[in-house]
């Protein structure tokens, strides 16, 4: 059964600072979603990342993808407030023709002026 | 072009009472997933359908949670009788499908219930 791990589950960081969130998951996939979420709203699509050595860069936020180690890493430079959010990974569960997608438990992260 | 669309977006109800809660996925999407996401914890599917068939429910409580997509457009997902568990984001979620090698889901802004 894959299994997914984020963290930290919690981040405050100052505005400026640079940090790294973690997504582990115990099973092979071939794709990585990385979402965000903002208080009672719903999930926004940040990246997709589909291969091996995988990075790809939205403004302060870069996320990788290593497929052997079943690790990505979402992260932050220069952090600004507008960032905070929970941000969460999902692992595309292979077999069949479900796509079917296993979130992380999310990373809430507050940034303090 | 419009998002996916999901109505009520709030519910409050009482244990033992039943509750439905909409959705219209984005125009085209053959995949429609139905996820429950309890404070504090990531998405958790519920149920996914390819048009109108079910692909994946393994994880619908089927004693009480019912769920259908009769024209392979709509849905409706229901809960009767609803407990205190249940309380809980329900979001609605829609992708292309087919053979695509990545099928990106987009989510609608959920219904938040909340049970007595």
């Known amino acids: 059964e894959l299994k997914v791990e984020q963290n930290p589950l919690f981040l405050s960081m100052q505005e400026g600072k640079n940090y790294t969130i973690y997504c582990n998951y115990s099973?092979?996939?071939?794709?990585l979603y990385w979402y965000r979420q903002d208080p009672g709203k719903s999930l926004e699509s940040l990246f997709v990342?589909?291969?091996?050595?995988a990075v790809k860069q939205e403004g302060r936020l870069m996320a990788s993808l290593d497929t052997k180690a079943r690790l990505s890493t979402l992260h932050i430079t220069a952090a600004v407030h507008d960032l905070s959010a929970t941000y969460f990974c999902?692992?595309?569960?292979?077999?069949?023709?479900?796509?079917?997608?296993?979130f992380g438990t999310g990373t809430l992260l507050a940034v303090q002026p | 072009e419009a998002g996916v669309a999901q109505s009520p977006r709030y519910k409050i109800i009482e244990k033992r009472q039943s509750v439905a809660f909409w959705c219209n996925p984005i125009s085209g999407h053959a995949t429609l997933y139905w996820y429950q996401q309890i404070l504090g914890q990531g998405p958790k599917l519920l149920i996914q359908f390819q048009n109108n068939g079910v692909v994946d429910d393994s994880q619908l409580p089927k004693d009480r949670f019912s769920a259908e997509r009769l024209k392979g457009v709509d849905s409706t997902l229901k809960i009767q009788p609803a407990k205190l568990e249940d309380s809980a984001v329900y979001l609605c979620?829609?992708?292309?499908?087919?053979?695509?090698?990545?099928?990106?889901?987009?989510f609608g802004p959920g219904t938040r219930l909340t049970v007595l």
């Open positions: 999902a692992v595309a569960s292979l077999g069949g023709a479900t796509n079917k997608l296993i």
């Open positions: 979620a829609s992708s292309v499908g087919g053979s695509r090698s990545y099928n990106e889901q987009f």
């Open positions: 990342l589909l291969s091996n050595g």
């Open positions: 099973t092979t996939s071939d794709r």
